[in-house]
């Protein structure tokens, strides 16, 4: 198959390439990158050639020798390369940079800072325990999704920009997914947590949760 993605099946910067790749219909192989076993896989010789930040995902296009790092960046290239299925970002430019912009929001202001390799070097270098890991999270999690949710109010239909699932949606779903997983009540954002439920129903997005990849824990 011409398209490989790596990546993990936790990895909130993965979990967007999926949901992209299975709205656009793309298949691909999915090759694992287990991030923590043995130190980390990300940092072997192997895959470092492939990703020099050793970070996930990286897409591989053997067809055209392609090697793209940054999820971001994947799912724009997917977007251009693929104008025939299903569009992650408007043809409008002001549309355009409203989705971009909030999908921004997510993906470079709220989601580094509860990547694991923050939270090991919140725990290796100032020793924070898991609880104070998990505080850390819903901390900079909450302050995110309150500044979300109050965009929202003037935008939102059933996704975050009516009713058309677009990047905003799909950086936003593992984001949530992550909050959750670290304690904090989605229920209080009602905008947030509508989304949430309602892209959840998607196939595309069922195809694409953390539990339902070869990779995670049975």
């Not at 130190?39 to 067809?63: A, M, R």
């Not at 990547?115 to 850390?136: I, T």
């Not at 999704?145 to 677009?166: H, M, N, P, W």
Request: proline letters at 6%; glycine letters at 4%.
């Amino acid at each position: 198959m011409a398209l490989k993605l790596y990546g993990y099946w936790r990895s909130s910067a993965t979990y967007r390439v999926r949901i992209a790749l299975n709205l656009k219909q793309l298949e691909y192989d999915y090759i694992p990158v287990h991030l923590v076993k043995d130190g980390g896989e990300q940092h072997k010789e192997g895959y470092q050639q492939l990703n020099p930040s050793e970070l996930v995902p990286t897409l591989v296009d053997d067809d055209e020798d392609i090697i793209l790092n940054q999820s971001m960046s994947i799912m724009e290239f997917l977007d251009e390369k693929y104008p025939d299925s299903h569009q992650l970002l408007p043809e409008h430019p002001l549309e355009r940079a409203r989705v971009r912009a909030l999908a921004q929001d997510i993906s470079c202001d709220m989601q580094p800072l509860n990547n694991l390799r923050v939270l090991q070097a919140l725990e290796s270098e100032f020793g924070a325990d898991s609880e104070a890991k998990a505080k850390w999270v819903r901390l900079w999690s909450q302050r995110g999704f309150s500044a979300i949710e109050q965009r929202l109010q003037t935008q939102a239909g059933k996704y975050c920009f009516d009713f058309d699932v677009s990047l905003a949606d799909v950086c936003l779903i593992p984001q949530v997914y992550a909050a959750k997983r670290f304690g904090l009540d989605i229920e209080q954002f009602a905008l947030i947590n509508k989304i949430y439920t309602n892209c959840n129903a998607l196939e595309p997005f069922i195809k694409a949760m953390p539990e339902n990849q070869p990779d995670a824990p049975k």
